[in-house]
């Protein structure tokens, strides 16, 4: 496995766990509970930029990468 597919594979995975805290935000009624999912997700879509731009650098290192 690449680099290049690691990251692609990680950044899914933390949109994904962000999409979930915001649903769970959406679903409780209890307003810390909500906070606290709200926080999570924007922690995790802070993650998922930071993996992304992380991906930028990988392509412009590594040629190859665009070919995965």
Not at 1 to 15: D, F, P
Not at 31 to 47: H, N, R, V
Request: hydrophobic share 35%; charged share 20%.
């Amino acid at each position: 496995m690449t680099v290049g597919t690691q990251l692609e594979q990680a950044i899914a995975s933390v949109q994904s766990a962000a999409a979930s805290m915001k649903t769970f935000a959406l679903a409780t009624q209890d307003t810390q509970a909500k906070q606290t999912f709200e926080q999570l997700a924007q922690a995790l879509d802070s993650a998922a930029e930071t993996l992304r731009q992380r991906q930028e650098y990988v392509k412009s290192q590594e040629p190859q990468y665009g070919d995965n």
